[in-house]
């Protein structure tokens, strides 16, 4: 858990996006409106388009106008040939081990983004993740496919859930958390910001749940691929191949070989901060 003196200290430090701001007046106008009721629907118009707008914000996964949001390395970590590997939705059983022996083959470093329960339900190979090399970061405790319309209390107590499991079972502190299905809502860049969190999304995915081609996953991983990419796989939820593989156990060895050729290193979110 937090301790009780940095969450104030923390909540000083959050500052509100211009959209959020101006979506703050825009609810002042509309209760000053309420005196003259020839601006009502005027008023009403304006509030429900700024809930639409904030929404589709929301389910735009790589957008800033929330809060902060990490697509690619901070431009230090690139100039180092740095990349990031992200690996969402385990540990799994059978594909985490897997993925973790391809990844010490090439001797890369990758950041797993695992979900709460998962970590408490296999913790002995949570702890494996980490004695590799790689970083545990924050998925949310459940991976809820309604995350992103949950109550601004819900989302804290999802959010600090899975921070206190992967701390008592890894004995490491996320830095980052990954919202599920990169959905979200404008209450979340608080809480973030309450528990020292930086979110990250990416800079192209490879649609790795759904898509069981594993040549078109690598092959719109690796288009314009350049130091400094966050690139998103899944060893939880992963799709077969039609012979039966998951799909990133297909992937990783052409992407790590990709990198090595180009120069790349494959490094972990927390080592860019
Ligand atoms: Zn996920």
């Known amino acids: 858990m937090m301790p009780r003196m940095s969450i104030a200290t923390r909540l000083d430090a959050w500052l509100p996006t211009p959209l959020l701001k101006g979506s703050a007046l825009l609810h002042l ?6 005196a003259r009721p020839q601006l009502w629907p005027w008023a009403l118009g304006a509030v429900l388009a700024d809930h639409l707008l904030l929404t589709a914000c929301g389910l735009w996964p790589r957008s800033r106008v929330l ?7 901070p431009a230090a970590a690139a100039a180092r040939g740095a990349i990031a590997i992200t690996i969402d939705d385990g540990p ?8 973790l022996a391809l990844l ?5 470093s990758a950041t797993f983004f695992c979900i709460g329960e998962r970590v408490a339900r296999y913790a002995e190979l949570a702890r494996e993740i980490v004695h590799q090399g790689h970083r545990i970061e924050n998925h949310s405790q459940h991976h809820r496919h309604h995350f992103s319309v949950l109550g601004p ?4 107590r999802e959010i600090a859930a899975a921070q206190e499991t992967i701390e008592r079972v890894t004995g490491t502190t996320p830095r980052f958390f ?31 749940t759904v898509n069981h081609d594993a040549a078109a996953v690598s092959s719109r ?12 796989l899944h060893d939880g939820h992963a799709a077969r191949t039609a012979a039966g593989a998951p799909v990133i156990v297909e992937v990783l060895p052409a992407l790590l070989a990709v990198c090595s050729s180009a120069g790349l290193k494959p490094v972990t979110l927390h080592s860019a901060l």
């Open 178 to 208: 990954r919202a599920p299905a990169g959905l979200r809502s404008p209450f979340l860049q608080p809480i973030l910001t309450r528990l020292d969190l930086k979110l990250a999304s990416w800079t192209r995915r490879g649609f790795d």
């Open 92 to 99: 799994d059983p059978e594909v985490t081990p897997r993925v």
């Open 153 to 156: 209390r819900s989302l804290a």
């Open 29 to 34: 106008g509309a209760v000053a409106s309420l």
């Open 221 to 232: 991983l690796r288009r314009g691929l350049a130091a400094g990419d966050i690139l998103l």
């Open 67 to 73: 809060g902060p949001n990490w697509t690619h390395l």
């Open 104 to 108: 010490a083959q090439s001797a890369s």
